[in-house]
């Protein structure tokens, strides 16, 4: 039986959902302050804490901190008298399930504990069983339907994604996508869309970095048969295609200063004329934006409307680098690899011991674009079932046999000689400028101040030739 910790001052609410929970097979207790919850917590254990945000000793966001430092594997529902989109957002981002405002639903409050719990459970089972299966064996690939191409991995940065996705998708608000390129930004505003009221509307994708400011205007918002030199028909603009949809707008700090004026009228006033056209067209537009530049220091520098940004900036996401999600390399690395199979037809089963390493070891600076884009040529050059290592770009089995010769060098003993504590110090220092400049020898050699021979020497000293 599964145990709830009810915890609200508040004492007929409590009473109430007590009684409702009991009925629906739980285990409750009820506390009527934060000391008390947490003497409840430290004696015995609970799957989940509903919590009211307002208590007379304390508040939720204080309840949240200390329940996830102190019993991590327990789960948390924030229970609050109003809504407010962004406290939602930050409980979340510290580690709540979710947010419920009064007043309450029955059906609304067990659909969410019952959720709840099924997340902690997966939280909190050990997955390094199926990590070690054979190298046959994929690593389980979770798809986040009905977002086509939206992979949800195992990592906390990626649950932590997957809730705000869920959090902001149901609004009509606008979000900024914020991250690295190759992150999959647009990925995630299509599973926004896809999961929104708008889903069966169209969503629009426009390359805001190739825009000129002559092509601007008629991409934006379209144009009129002979409005100018060289428009032999009528055009419709992105913003037109995307009505009742939404409109994804990337790298939008490429744009002008003068295509964001025209950009801001028209996201305020919610109309367009195609040039040339007297015509308004009444807009029914989402716009979801992304960058891989930091917009605030954009506008510090006079190279972005600050008018133009809090327009947008009603919801913002920060995209994780792959580095930072280590859990999902092999969940992503397979779902490619099924991609790449129908996509070229082949049957290829899996990775080698060799090539898992080689991708849990190395940096991925161009990010999930780039961990799609090797995997794509590496299933185009294996012939066999498994991806072999040297299917893989140089780069990426080079730099996982420097951390291999790295981890080597730091477990060995030290040595005491001098001589050997210098060459063991000239490697170090060969291994981290070469992983640094990705391993280009001719920007390495420049740094250490070599010739590129005498690199090329070293690197084969320590078996790094390649």
């Given amino acids: 039986m599964r145990k709830i910790l009810i915890v609200d001052d508040e004492v007929n609410i409590g009473l109430l959902l007590s009684k409702f929970l009991v009925r629906n097979a739980f285990s409750v207790s009820t506390a009527t302050s934060g000391v008390a919850a947490m003497d409840y917590l430290a004696k015995e254990s609970y799957d989940l804490v509903l919590c009211d945000y307002r208590l007379e000793d304390t ?262 680098p792959l580095s930072q999600r280590g859990k999902d390399i092999m969940i992503f690395a397979n779902t490619f690899l099924d991609g790449a199979n129908q996509e070229l037809n082949r049957n290829v089963q899996g990775f080698s011991d060799e090539v898992e390493q080689c991708f849990l070891t190395y940096n991925w600076p161009g990010n999930v674009r780039e961990l799609k884009n090797v995997v794509r040529r590496a299933t185009l050059l294996t012939e066999t079932e498994l991806i072999q290592l040297k299917a893989l770009p140089l780069e990426i089995s080079t730099y996982a046999k420097a951390s291999a010769i790295e981890n080597s060098i730091a477990r060995a003993e030290k040595p005491r000689d001098l001589k050997n504590a210098a060459l063991e110090a000239e490697y170090e220092t060969i291994l981290k400028v070469l992983r640094e400049v990705n391993f280009n020898k001719t920007k390495a050699a420049k740094i250490l101040n070599i010739d590129r021979k005498t690199l090329y020497n070293k690197m084969k000293a320590i078996n790094l030739d390649t």
């Fill in 59 to 320: 508040d939720g966001r204080e309840m949240l901190i200390k329940i996830k430092e102190n019993y991590p594997s327990t789960g948390v529902i924030i229970i609050t008298g109003y809504s407010d989109i962004k406290l939602a957002v930050e409980l979340i981002k510290l580690g709540a399930y979710d947010y419920i405002t009064k007043p309450l639903y029955p059906d609304e409050i067990l659909n969410t504990i019952n959720k709840a719990i099924e997340t902690q459970i997966a939280l909190n089972t050990d997955h390094s069983e199926q990590l070690q299966d054979t190298p046959k064996q994929k690593t389980t690939k979770l798809t986040y339907n009905p977002a086509e191409n939206f992979v949800v991995g195992q990592s906390q940065a990626s649950k932590e994604l997957l809730k705000q996705i869920q959090l902001v998708a149901p609004t009509s608000y606008s979000v900024i996508l914020m991250g690295e390129s190759g992150t999959g930004k647009e990925s995630v505003a299509k599973a926004i869309h896809l999961n929104s009221p708008r889903k069966n509307n169209p969503f629009v994708a426009m390359d805001c970095g190739s825009l000129t400011k002559e092509l601007a205007g008629s991409e934006f918002f379209g144009h009129e048969k002979g409005s100018f030199t060289g428009a032999l028909y009528t055009k419709i603009g992105h913003f037109e295609m995307a009505n009742g949809g939404t409109l994804f707008l990337d790298e939008v700090g490429n744009l002008s200063y003068e295509i964001q004026a025209a950009l801001l009228r028209t996201v305020q006033e919610r109309k367009i004329k195609r040039i040339g056209s007297t015509k308004e067209i009444e807009l029914d537009v989402r716009i979801i934006v992304a960058t891989n530049e930091n917009l605030a220091n954009a506008i510090q520098k006079g190279r972005f409307r600050e008018d133009l940004y809090h327009r947008f900036n009603e919801f913002s996401i920060d995209l994780p």
